[in-house]
Antibody, heavy 119, light 106 residues
């Protein structure tokens, strides 16, 4: 059964960095675009970033552009989200979702990894 | 950037009712709209893509329509397991913005 698995969340101080990881089970992550989406406490879903299947294209929401970087690891077995300059506004549950293309909806989502930015 | 406005933000209905959720885009996005369901404590699930195409495995009581700027998600014969927050998402171009969500209660 195909699954998406996020990891790397935690509690961090404002201004610091964190790297999230997204892995796949039951399908080849290198064959799909992958999105990161978050849900802040008490708020709705917010699309953050997407990377193409081959890593040649990436796009970001304005709220994270210049601070977050989405990439694929060298083995092409994981998708990473490097988050820099974190603020309390970045607190939330971060989901990784599979897409058939860069501008396609997420058809398979992970359980999410929790990021808490607090002093 | 194109914004998506969902209405209502919340609704309460009875089992067996037919409900409609609206998603309005600030600019035309053709038929490039998806709908998701997120049940309490669970992950979002794709219900509909391309405005009206049902994702595999989704019950037929869910349907979507619309194009351009105005879209609707209809749930016919509402079931207790349909309690969830529903989101629309534009998929015409980046950023793939979500609507604010509609919370459905019974």
């Amino acid at each position: 059964q195909a699954q998406v698995l996020e990891s790397g969340g935690g509690v961090v101080l404002p201004g610091t960095s964190l790297r999230l990881s997204c892995a796949a089970s039951g399908f080849s992550i290198s064959g799909y675009a992958m999105h990161w989406v978050r849900r802040a406490p008490g708020k709705g879903l917010e699309w953050l970033a997407v990377i193409s299947y081959d890593g040649s294209n990436d796009h970001y929401a304005d709220s994270v552009k210049g601070r977050f970087i989405i990439s694929r690891d060298k083995s092409k077995s994981k998708v990473l989200l490097q988050m820099n300059g974190l603020t309390t506004e970045d607190t939330g549950l971060y989901y990784c979702a599979r897409g058939r293309g860069v501008i396609s909806p997420g058809d398979l989502w992970g359980q999410g990894t929790l990021v808490t930015v607090s002093s | 950037d194109i914004q998506l406005t969902q209405s209502p933000s919340a609704l309460s209905a009875s089992v067996g009712d037919t409900i409609t959720i609206t998603c309005r885009a600030s600019q035309a996005i053709s038929h490039y709209l998806a709908w998701y369901q997120q049940k309490p404590g669970s992950v979002p699930e794709l219900l509909i893509f391309g405005a009206s195409t049902l994702q595999s495995g989704v019950p037929s009581r869910f349907s979507g329509s619309g194009s351009g700027t105005d879209f609707t998600l209809t749930i016919s014969s509402l079931q207790p397991e349909d309690v969830a927050t529903y989101y629309c998402q534009k998929c015409d171009s980046v950023p793939l913005t979500f609507g604010g969500g509609t919370k459905v209660e019974i």
